[in-house]
């Protein structure tokens, strides 16, 4: 809470006569010396507003500038710092544009150096001739002097006067800077608040876990993450493992994991269903499938058995590739809830995925004599009366399942299919709707294990690891458009034995529109190049009807070409289809790429992935098509995915309801994190309520900002 206080000024100037006793890591940013309203509002674009923020807005790179440089000995192109002595000034005006350049000539007892700096003619009054100074900049050539070095707007500090220096003659820190606020301004901000009023920052981990993973304390690491003073090896601190960011790194995981913790234990106090596992339903439906379940499909079914029967909520996440077969093990989980007497439920990302699952399980459990109801926001008679009645025993939907006018009669068991578009508070949505109904998640994004852990730390997790026997490996390969014909000749073979073919098309954010223009110009083209064969387009912005009977005439075999957009993306089933052509293939992501073809490849048939791509493409893309060569593994195709894009893009976090990771990078700091990791589920154990640590209590809550509901104080 920001204070309100007489003389906001006086705090700021309490600098050597004693702290305020009411400055706190919640003081607004404007209190704070030489900030004020005007560039309060310059750091809040930076996403700092109060003390606390300060001390935690760390600076993205360091550099050393320990090292005085004599001017003889300065590099060209290097950033460097000397200390010489002023010898004269000026302003000098241009003559076109009227800017005015404040120049600097300084010397040591080895040679000449200029400096300047644009628009700050006032520097002039600041630097006296004689005056010594540290200039820290990189050094150029300066075309008008022959031999003269210069450096244009160095960073500078006046040596000898009573004041530190913050800029120079250090490692200094580099942070983000914001138009209007320059990293050096922030600096100076950054050195005073920390000098001021670094007692605030209160060490709040466990004394035992401090020690027993000999981490610095948390004040001190605070303070030399920003002005390193002891540690100062600055190719260490800016790979960020110092001792400093070893503390930070780990406290950043440790309240992650913290958090997850309280989660997962709420969960399992949290009374649940006990369903009593008959097998009558379950075994009727195995028995009608034409296939027998894989092993790694049994083993998971048993886990989710087992969850089921026990007095507690279950919490489980079902991680398996493309194509191992999900939706089975969702369709019988949700046949043990609907044998007890209760509703089930299959939340899907989109209204195309929503309306396949709707297809496909309507047809699986017609012969068990089950009413099935399908509910997203497209659908102009709304089953909301089957489903409050109860009638409707399984209900497949969008997010509209969750909205607030549908109720369930007796909701048991909630699914979540393609998870990476949901996040925790969506499923604590979905668990309102029914009496602490079981949960179930699946998702084919493939993560490494200890990573799965870590973003889904509160689940359950069970990984089906193996796809149905004969499966062929997608052959794939990247074409460019003067290879056009070689596609066309390559998918008119597909056609004329009988197989079906997708073409996709990419989905740009910014202009869905032009998108749904190629690929409807894209079926046009296609249907004059291939007269005879029945093509069919399916996008997004389609009418419900429209797009599902377009969608059962593909499954069916009657179209035998689906032009689309990237709304096929997830949980489209037809075995036949062995050739997939993805159109404009550099655009897309990797994992967006891997779910694309995993729609093929289902059947008996060889298949094959052609990958158009437009050059001139960038190196990422390069990489991506080169992964899709050259793996079908999806766990492969993921750690890829992530040493291309870097883990903080790979996992979203914002999105996913967990708190934001500012320091810590998943993939360098994976063994803080077990470590971390290993603390925080201890704790809980020991200490379920926290109440030996209010500090620490409470540091948690401003970290999950009120989304752990059970932390009470
Ligand atoms: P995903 O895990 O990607 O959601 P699906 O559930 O859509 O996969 O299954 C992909 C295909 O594999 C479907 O055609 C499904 O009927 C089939 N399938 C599932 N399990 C088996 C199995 N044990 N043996 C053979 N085919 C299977
Ligand atoms: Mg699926």
């Known amino acids: 809470m920001p204070l309100r206080m007489k003389n906001n000024n006086d705090l700021t100037r309490t600098k050597t006569s004693g702290y305020s006793p009411q400055i706190s890591r919640d003081t607004h940013v404007q209190y704070v010396k030489g900030v004020g309203p005007a560039r309060a509002n310059l750091l809040k674009r930076l996403g700092i507003e109060t003390l606390d923020d300060i001390f935690f807005y760390f600076p993205w790179r ?17 950033h460097e710092t000397t200390l010489c002595e002023v010898v004269s000034s000026d302003v000098i005006t241009t003559p076109r544009k009227r800017m005015k350049i404040f120049e600097l000539t300084v010397k040591d007892e080895t040679g000449f150096l200029k400096a300047k700096w644009f628009n700050q003619p006032y520097l002039k009054k600041y630097f006296q001739k004689g005056q010594k100074v540290i200039l820290s900049g990189v050094v150029k050539g300066n075309p008008y002097a022959a031999a003269g070095l210069e450096m244009e707007s160095p960073d500078y500090e006046l040596f000898g006067n009573e004041d530190e220096l913050i800029h120079t003659s250090r490692i200094v820190p580099v942070y983000k800077a914001t138009e209007g606020l320059s990293p050096k301004q922030i600096r100076t901000i950054m050195f005073n608040t920390i000098k001021a009023s670094s007692h605030i920052v209160k060490d709040y981990l466990p004394e035992d ?38 503390r930070l790194v780990f406290d950043e995981f440790f309240l992650l994991e913290l958090g ?32 027998e379940l894989t092993n790694a499909q049994k083993r998971v079914l048993g886990e989710i058995r087992s969850d089921m029967q026990r007095p507690f909520q279950m919490n489980r996440l079902v991680h398996g590739d493309v194509g191992c077969g999900k939706t089975v093990v969702a369709l019988v989980s949700m046949l043990i809830a609907v044998e007890n007497g209760y509703q089930a439920c299959l939340m899907a990302p989109t209204e ?68 990476h578009r949901f996040g925790v508070v969506q499923r604590a949505a979905l668990r309102r709707k029914g009496f602490n109904p079981d949960i179930m998640i699946m998702t084919a994004t493939p993560i490494p294990r200890t990573l799965a852990m870590t973003l889904y730390g509160d689940l359950d997790i069970a990984v089906i690891d193996e796809l149905p026997a004969g499966r062929k490996p997608v052959i794939t390969k990247v074409f460019f458009p003067s290879q056009k014909e070689r596609i066309y000749s390559l998918i008119r073979k597909e056609l004329s034995m009988g197989r079906q073919v997708y ?100 059947g008996v048939y060889d298949s094959h992935c052609l990958l158009l791509a437009y050059p001139p493409f960038s190196e990422d893309a390069r990489r991506r098509l080169k992964a899709m060569e050259s793996t079908g593994d999806g766990f492969r195709i993921a750690e890829e995915d992530l040493a291309i894009r870097g883990p903080g893009d790979f996992f979203g976090t914002r999105q996913s309801g967990i708190p934001d990771l500012k320091i810590a990078n998943i993939i360098r700091d994976i063994g803080v994190l077990e470590a971390a990791r290993k603390e925080a589920f201890d704790l809980m154990e020991t200490n379920p309520d926290l109440d030996r640590y209010p500090l620490l209590k409470e540091t948690l809550q401003r970290k999950w900002m009120g989304r752990l509901e059970l932390v009470k104080s």
């Open 62 to 78: 360091y550099e050393d500038r320990k090292d005085l440089k004599k001017i003889s000995s300065l590099n060209l192109g290097n």
């Open 209 to 246: 876990i401090i020690r027993s993973n000999n981490l610095m304390s948390l004040p001190l690491a605070v303070k030399e993450a920003h002005f390193p003073e002891e540690f100062t090896d600055v190719n260490v601190l800016n790979r960020g493992t110092s001792p400093a960011h070893r």
């Open 503 to 602: 073409i996709v098309y990419p989905l740009i954010e910014e202009s869905e529109k032009l998108d749904l223009k190629s690929a409807i110009e894209g079926a046009e083209a296609l249907r004059k190049y291939f007269p005879d064969i029945k093509i069919g387009l399916v996008h997004g912005k389609m009418h419900h009807d429209e797009r599902e009977s377009v969608m059962s005439m593909f499954k069916s075999g009657d179209i035998n070409m689906l032009v689309a957009t990237t709304v096929i993306e997830v949980g489209i089933d037809v075995p036949n289809a062995s050739l997939m052509l993805i159109v404009h293939s550099e655009r897309f992501g990797l994992a967006q790429l891997h779910q694309l073809r995993g729609r093929i490849g289902r």
């Open 352 to 419: 195309l995925l929503a309306e396949q699952h709707f297809i496909n399980i309507h047809r699986m459990v017609e012969a068990l004599g089950l009413r099935v109801a399908l509910l997203t926001s497209g659908i102009k008679d709304k089953p909301v009366d089957d489903i409050s009645g109860g009638s409707a025993q399984i209900v497949i939907g969008t997010h509209a399942l969750i909205q607030e006018t549908v109720q369930f009669k007796k909701l048991g068991l909630a699914i979540i299919d393609e998870q």
């Open 260 to 291: 997850l913790a309280v989660l997962k234990k709420r969960e399992t106090l949290e009374k649940g269903i006990s369903f009593n596992v008959k097998d009558g339903l379950v075994d009727k439906f195995l028995k009608g499938l034409p296939f």
